[in-house]
Every structure is written in structure tokens, then in C-alpha cells.
């Protein structure tokens, strides 16, 4: 009984050994661990919280702006103060898209460009929300295209440019490009619109921009 006793304590000789020896790295690592797993604890909470603030905020924002007739001066204000509060929270971004087409719908495009751009700040980045971001950069490349702002529009959807599944992003690419009179660049880009559409009435169109280049019809 004796024996089998310390044959058992002799198995675990070589593993006390490993802890005596490596016990300042274990215990860094485990004070890692208990740090890491505290933040993401108190990070969870904090994001709970600063959500459900923000959805207060966000509900008066969008009872104003939905309402028959907005007082516009409490729509930007209710809206500053989210986006000053929780300028990176889902509910900032909404409002943002929401007032931004607001201003488009009612003519006011300096105003909705300006909340379009700053959604695309907001947006930018890894860790953005992708739709948002291009919804608002597409927006914004319609609006600084038609103030004649050429080089702008195109640096707001360059990034879709190259690798863009969608049409439109080609379509407006070449529109904002003739408008350029780069004929050659514009029509490049009509022949990829042409490509990604399915339906026939966009190709129609595009097939319509391309003969007012005075060009051919790729086949």
C-alpha cells in the first residue's frame, strides 16, 4: 500500500518540478487571464449600458424626425447629443443615415453631405459597418457630383472601384468620368457596369450611355 503510494507521488514529481521552476510564468500568464476575462466582464456591461442610453436618445431622435411635422432644430440637437455621447454605436449611425436622407428629400444637400460624410468616418475602418459605409460614400459621390465636384466623388467610391460585385458603383463611376469628358476611362467602366448588372433594363441604359460616347457595345 505504501509503495503504491509513492509511486503515485513520483508521478507527479517531474509536473511539481515544471511548476516550481516555471512559477513566475504561470502566474503572469494567469494574471492575464483573470485581466483579460475581467475586461471583456466589465466591457460587456459597459456596451449594455451605453446601448440602452443610446436607445433612449435615439427613440426621441426618431419620433421627431418621424413625426408629421420635425422641428428640425431638436432633430439636430437630439442627434448632436448622440453622436457626442455614442458617436460609435449602431443607434448614431442610423440617425445619421436617417437625417442624411431627410436633407436629400427636402433639397438640402449641404446638410446631407455633411452627414453623409460623417458617416463615412464613422464607418471607416476594419471594424465599420460596411453597409452603412458605402450606402453613405455612394450617397456622397452623388452629391459632390452634382456640385461639379468631380475629384471628390471619385475618391468617395474609389475604394468600391476595382472590386465591386455591384453595377451602380461602375455605372456612376462612369458617369461622374464623362462628365469629366475622360471618354476612354468612362466607358471602361460602363462595359464593367454592363457586365455585373443582370436585368435588362439597367443594360438598356448603360448600352445607352456607352452610344452617347459615340462608342460601341462591347459583345
Request: no cysteine; net charge neutral.
Given at each position: 500500500?505504501?509503495?503504491?503510494?509513492?509511486?503515485?507521488?513520483?508521478?507527479?514529481?517531474?509536473?511539481?518540478?515544471?511548476?516550481?521552476?516555471?512559477?513566475?510564468?504561470?502566474?503572469?500568464?494567469?494574471?492575464?487571464?483573470?485581466?483579460?476575462?475581467?475586461?471583456?466582464?466589465?466591457?460587456?456591461?459597459?456596451?449594455?449600458?451605453?446601448?440602452?442610453?443610446?436607445?433612449?436618445?435615439?427613440?426621441?431622435?426618431?419620433?421627431?424626425?418621424?413625426?408629421?411635422?420635425?422641428?428640425?432644430?431638436?432633430?439636430?440637437?437630439?442627434?448632436?447629443?448622440?453622436?457626442?455621447?455614442?458617436?460609435?454605436?449602431?443607434?448614431?449611425?442610423?440617425?445619421?443615415?436617417?437625417?442624411?436622407?431627410?436633407?436629400?428629400?427636402?433639397?438640402?444637400?449641404?446638410?446631407?453631405?455633411?452627414?453623409?460624410?460623417?458617416l463615412v468616418s464613422i464607418t471607416d475602418g476594419s471594424n465599420g459597418n460596411k453597409i452603412y459605409n458605402k450606402i453613405a460614400r455612394v450617397s456622397a459621390a452623388r452629391i459632390l457630383a452634382s456640385e461639379n465636384k468631380y475629384d471628390e466623388a471619385l475618391d468617395m467610391i474609389e475604394k468600391f472601384t476595382s472590386e465591386s460585385t455591384n453595377g451602380y458603383i461602375h455605372e456612376l463611376t462612369g458617369d461622374i468620368l464623362h462628365k469629366?469628358?475622360?471618354?476612354?476611362?468612362?466607358?471602361?467602366?460602363?462595359?464593367?457596369?454592363?457586365?455585373?448588372?443582370?436585368?435588362?433594363?439597367?443594360?438598356?441604359?448603360?448600352?445607352?450611355?456607352?452610344?452617347?460616347?459615340?462608342?460601341?457595345?462591347?459583345?
Amino acid at each position: 500500500m505504501d509503495n503504491n503510494v509513492y509511486d503515485n507521488n513520483m508521478k507527479f514529481l517531474p509536473f511539481l518540478k515544471f511548476l516550481e521552476k516555471n512559477k513566475r510564468i504561470i502566474i503572469s500568464i494567469l494574471l492575464i487571464v483573470v485581466f483579460v476575462v475581467s475586461y471583456k466582464i466589465i466591457n460587456n456591461q459597459l456596451t449594455k449600458k451605453n446601448n440602452a442610453e443610446a436607445s433612449i436618445i435615439y427613440t426621441s431622435f426618431y419620433d421627431e424626425i418621424s413625426s408629421e411635422n420635425p422641428d428640425y432644430a431638436l432633430v439636430e440637437e437630439t442627434l448632436n447629443n448622440l453622436l457626442n455621447a455614442y458617436g460609435s454605436s449602431g443607434y448614431a449611425q442610423i440617425a445619421l443615415l436617417k437625417k442624411a436622407s431627410l436633407d436629400a428629400r427636402n433639397d438640402n444637400f449641404e446638410e446631407s453631405l455633411n452627414s453623409f460624410q460623417k458617416l463615412v468616418s464613422i464607418t471607416d475602418g476594419s471594424n465599420g459597418n460596411k453597409i452603412y459605409n458605402k450606402i453613405a460614400r455612394v450617397s456622397a459621390a452623388r452629391i459632390l457630383a452634382s456640385e461639379n465636384k468631380y475629384d471628390e466623388a471619385l475618391d468617395m467610391i474609389e475604394k468600391f472601384t476595382s472590386e465591386s460585385t455591384n453595377g451602380y458603383i461602375h455605372e456612376l463611376t462612369g458617369d461622374i468620368l464623362h462628365k469629366q469628358n475622360k471618354t476612354d476611362l468612362s466607358l471602361a467602366q460602363y462595359n464593367k457596369a454592363l457586365e455585373k448588372y443582370n436585368d435588362e433594363t439597367s443594360k438598356s441604359i448603360i448600352s445607352m450611355k456607352i452610344a452617347n460616347l459615340g462608342k460601341k457595345v462591347d459583345k
